[in-house]
């Protein structure tokens, strides 16, 4: 019996793959601390809740439209004008399972087979198997750490080519935690715009984890608002992984065509969900503030932590909750040959849980999230520094 190329073409997450072996090590009474998962260790807001609650009683139980309650499209796009002055009307916000499903819709919408799809490298993993999924062919862009992981203007000029039929990327950024400036975005959206067959989807699914200030989108040059796919949800930001609850911003005809999509795989997501979702689009932000000053405060606990380790380069993040190391100098010794190497033995001896770079389009790296309590961020730091030590 065979399966598809398809599935034979598409690696496992290895997000998935390390949490699953810390959780074996756990299993047999080893004090792993793991992180290596991208999701708040927060609870959803109360108000949030209440409403679901609210929901179930109202019997809220029935098919929803495909993309969402009209009331949920309605106040998402009334979140969109609020948080980042963007006009969108109700048919032009697709409502999902889960921002990854947006994205799958929006790549399964927009890419035929053979189509290029740029992706920043470190990338968030699912990019490039969604982009195989589609019959399109990832091309990666390297970023370093010494340029803070972002690539330039210039980088993705070169790299667009007839068949180019759009760019991904996320800002903040899973796993560098790094943030484009308006500027920034500008200069690429300078470089974009004569390409006119080509698409952005800009994922802002961490917009309210975010140290700097003001969340940028590059939907707000008006020259790409038609082109640019805004991905956002309530996973990160309202710490609501969960839930599954994730919607896109676009064009009328984007926004059909992921309804037609989303309609042939799942339908609509859950119709509590929904709700709980529009209180959330209604909710001020400020609700999550809390949670985002005490990521903020972690970033700097750990930052200083990892400045005490040798030989290892960090940049200093500017959103999400990830640092993004790059290890390379201890790639090579004690028989380690690559990042899941190094994490493995992180893991083995130190009994911490990472997550190679590999899985993210750079091997000389690893992700350690801190979606974690300081106590633990702290004895975890001491033990990747202890067990690096060793490493000769
Ligand atoms: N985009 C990025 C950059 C992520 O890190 C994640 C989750 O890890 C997602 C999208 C998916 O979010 P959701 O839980 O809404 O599917």
Request: aromatic share 8%; with cysteine.
């Amino acid at each position: 019996m065979t399966l598809s190329d398809r599935i034979n073409n598409i690696t496992e997450p290895q997000t998935i793959g390390m949490a699953r072996k810390a959780r074996e090590l756990k299993a047999q009474g080893v004090d792993v601390i793991s992180l290596s998962l991208g999701e708040p260790d927060f609870d959803t807001p109360d108000p949030i809740k209440q409403a679901a609650k609210k929901a179930i009683d109202e019997n809220f139980s029935h098919y929803t439209p495909v993309s969402g309650y009209l009331e949920l499209k309605q106040a998402v796009a009334k979140k969109f004008k609020r948080d980042n002055n963007l006009d969108y009307s109700p048919e032009q916000i697709v409502v999902s399972t889960g921002a990854k499903q947006s994205i799958a819709n929006a790549m399964l919408c927009i890419i035929n087979p053979g189509d290029e799809v740029l992706v920043p490298a470190p990338y968030w993993v699912t990019y490039i198997e969604l982009v195989k999924i589609a019959g399109g062919k990832p091309v990666v862009i390297q970023t370093t750490v010494e340029n803070n992981f972002k690539a330039a203007a210039q980088q993705i000029e070169k790299a667009i080519t007839p068949k180019t039929k759009a760019i991904i990327f996320s800002s903040p950024c899973n796993p560098t935690g790094s943030v484009y400036t308006k500027n920034e975005l500008k200069a690429i959206a300078d470089v974009i715009a004569p390409n006119k067959n080509m698409y952005i989807i800009s994922d802002e699914i961490y917009e309210h984890i975010n140290f700097v200030g003001k969340h940028e989108s590059i939907a707000q040059f008006p020259e790409m608002k038609e082109r640019t796919i805004v991905v956002n949800g309530a996973s990160k930001s309202f710490a609501m992984t969960g839930w599954r609850l994730g919607y896109i911003g676009a064009s009328k005809q984007i926004a059909e065509a992921c309804d037609k999509m989303q309609g042939q795989f799942t339908s609509a997501t859950c119709s509590i969900g929904q709700k709980a979702l529009e209180y959330a689009a209604n909710m001020d932000a400020s609700a999550v503030y809390p949670m985002r000053d005490a990521f903020k405060k972690r970033r700097d606990l750990v930052y200083n932590l990892l400045k005490e380790i040798p030989n290892i380069k960090i940049n200093y993040p500017d959103g999400a909750f990830y640092f993004f190391p790059d290890i390379a100098y201890y790639i090579g010794k004690g028989g380690i040959k690559n990042s899941t190497n190094l994490c493995m033995y992180l893991l083995d001896k130190g009994h911490v849980g990472l997550v190679p770079g590999d899985a993210f389009g750079n091997d000389n790296h690893i992700r350690i999230s801190y979606a974690a309590s300081e106590d633990k961020l702290i004895e975890a730091m001491k033990r990747i520094k202890t067990a690096l030590a060793e490493l000769k």
